[in-house]
């Protein structure tokens, strides 16, 4: 009885899905599409029906599942409201309810960068820890943020925002962000943003060589492949990123204090070299009593969202 | 029996003390001297004697009393411990236990600005609310972080720092904060920054009039008496300061998406006038699902830190 728990991670893409035991061992993983089409009518349905097929596999009653943690693309309120998902085309609905009534098993939903950051506190790069924030480095700047062990969610949904800390006044950056201001931290520090501060810093820089002028719409990696391969202009590249990431990431400790930063996504998978760059300004521009807060690399990938999820459940029942 | 609770206020040099029902109401308050010398070895001392002083008046038995509250200028962790306090020559040991043993009576520990932000969440401007951003417009810039109606001590009780974001990049900062480092959002926000921002822009603005001109060493309040007065260039100077603090407040919501900010300190005797003044930029600067973050007048003044206190109380008992 109660035995099994389900964690499911919904992408623009993918529909992440696994079955844990009560005591969060994870048993299997599968994945399946996301269909968007219809403003995403069929989306928790599926869901809905994967979890009964794998019930049905695995012979598992309704009685022996504990819940189905869930986690989608945008701002989720504590009572499970989602307000919007623009990849998956939806509006504002309660997503627990209705997978629910669904299912018919009990769930707990939460944003995806949030989740994930759960994720990695209880099985990943943030273990030991009850406090952290979770940066996510991909095409945006993500932020996850667990306060003593839990997701802190904001009033709106919308805490750990940290891609939207407003880093640079508007008049320093030409370029608009998705979320429609000006001089947004992840314009200066992810993926698209590090490709960012690279093509400006050549531009203005006309007369220094450097490897990444050969590439015509160079990625983040590239700027990294020729840091490693020691391209001096492309390590004053760098620093100007990690000098970026890391004094937003001084505002942050500034006002959270967390025991450590876990850095995951696309951009860390560089690794310690990240790590070791971001902390040399973090230090500097750090309160001194934060100086020492840990960096850490999460481990989870891509599963981070499906243990985070399924952790909903186990925290929910204490 | 356990009918009554103490709230104790250490500040550099006055202490204050309430004595409150366990309900939470202050029956009376008063004050003695905050003696600094040796170390400020004398301070809990005093504390405890006045304690037992009024518990004799009052003929108040040690079985009739909760519990004492403690707060005190310095970082303050979840254990009681304080590490250190520079205005009252302290260094590091634990504060609840120091005053446990003078007393016999229970302790709970914290900040003076996290309490005070307590405080004003229980009685005060931020009634209604359970996260809050306490800011506290004095010398410096104050900041109380309550999240689920609790304070947020962060792991090394430096959470709520508020003043030391780093706010904008050091080169564009010649003078030195408090803390060592440049750029502080206190150099540009609190009394002593909005003086600081007034004397830049008056510099740089030799042809433009203004009654400031006049008043050798103004204060923040001159700076707002003229804005009121209707002096153009003053309150040019005001759009400037409200224009920063608008930018650190959503600097802070991309990272909490409080429910509200609660403004406290002198310079929120402006009241409305400052809160328009500052929720004007904020609007622009925040991430959008958090726009409509609170904006709130402290109303508790100097006693929000024995409300407070008396708080910390009450919640150890839940």
Redesign the interface.
């Known amino acids: 009885m109660g035995k099994y728990i389900f964690g499911v991670d919904i992408g623009g893409t993918t529909v992440k899905l696994g079955l844990f035991t009560a005591e969060g061992e994870l048993l299997s993983d599968w994945e399946i599409k996301t269909r968007t089409e219809n403003k995403g009518e069929n989306i928790l349905p599926d869901v809905a029906e994967a979890i009964a097929l794998k019930m049905k596999e695995e012979n598992i009653s309704k009685d022996e599942v504990l819940g189905v943690g869930l986690t989608a693309p945008g701002?989720v309120l504590k009572d499970g409201t989602i307000?919007g998902a623009v990849n998956l085309g939806w509006g504002t609905f309660n997503l627990s309810k209705t997978l629910s009534d669904l299912t018919g098993l009990k769930v707990e939903s939460g944003n995806d960068a949030n989740v994930a950051a759960l994720g990695e506190l209880w099985k990943g790069g943030g273990m030991g820890y009850s406090?952290i924030m979770m940066v996510t480095f991909g095409t945006g700047l993500g932020?996850g943020?667990i306060?003593n062990g839990r997701i802190?969610?904001?009033?709106?949904?919308?805490?750990?925002?940290?891609g939207?800390?407003?880093f640079c006044?508007p008049e320093d950056e030409p370029d608009t962000c998705g979320?429609?201001?000006r001089g947004c931290l992840e314009q200066y520090t992810c993926a698209n943003g590090a490709v960012h501060v690279a093509k400006r810093y050549l531009d203005e820089h006309p007369d220094e060589a450097c490897g990444l002028r050969n590439i015509s719409n160079f990625t983040s990696k590239d700027i990294f492949d020729f840091v490693k391969a020691g391209d001096k202009t492309a390590c004053k590249i760098a620093e100007k990123i990690y000098r970026n990431i890391g004094?937003g990431m001084?505002?942050?400790?500034?006002?959270?204090?967390?025991?450590a930063f876990v850095f995951g996504g696309g951009m860390s998978k560089t690794g310690q070299m990240l790590i070791d760059g971001v902390r040399k300004y973090y230090v500097?521009?750090?309160?001194?009593?934060?100086r020492?807060?840990d960096f850490k690399l999460a481990t989870l990938g891509n599963k981070a969202g499906i243990y985070g999820a399924a952790k909903l459940i186990i925290d929910s029942e204490d």
Chains 1, 2 share one sequence.
């Open positions: 701002p307000k406090d932020g943020l306060l802190h969610t904001g009033a709106n949904g919308a805490a750990a925002e940290i939207h800390i407003p006044e979320c429609g201001k004094r001084a505002m942050i400790s500034a006002v959270t204090d967390v025991e500097n521009y750090a309160f001194p009593a934060c020492n807060t």
